[in-house]
């Protein structure tokens, strides 16, 4: 699987970012996985297409030392389709940016 992934965490980061993802993001039943929903304009055409499987997410995973961002896009209505597939430049480098985003506003060292 590919992700991007941010280790090493402290303890103290990973509360403040447990807090932050609890708090914006779609909580799986499954604790510390994430879903993010990507926004409208950047699905392929596929994904567009395909309006019963969306929204479309990235799923992250937070562990306590670390933050595991799959850069497989799905979607939770359906387990296979042709629109579940990974990311594209422009979506990848979404998520990395949102990523980074959170980080620094949360102020957390990377």
């Known amino acids: 699987m590919k992700q991007y992934v941010i280790d090493e965490l402290r ?7 447990k807090q932050y993802l609890d708090e914006n993001f779609v909580v799986s039943d499954l604790g510390g996985l994430y879903w993010v929903p990507l926004e409208p304009e950047i699905l392929t055409a596929c994904q567009a297409e395909h309006r019963k499987c969306q929204p479309h997410y990235f799923a992250l995973e937070l562990l306590p030392d670390r ?8 979607t939770r209505n359906s387990i296979r389709c042709e629109c579940i597939q990974y990311a ?3 979506q990848r480098n979404w998520l990395i940016d949102l990523i980074d985003a959170i980080f ?3 102020e957390l060292k990377t």
Request: glycine share 0%; aromatic share 0%.
């Open 67 to 74: 933050l595991a961002c799959e850069l497989l896009v799905r």
């Open 104 to 106: 620094e506003k949360l």
């Open 88 to 90: 594209t430049d422009r």
């Open 11 to 17: 303890p103290s980061d990973h509360k403040r970012l």
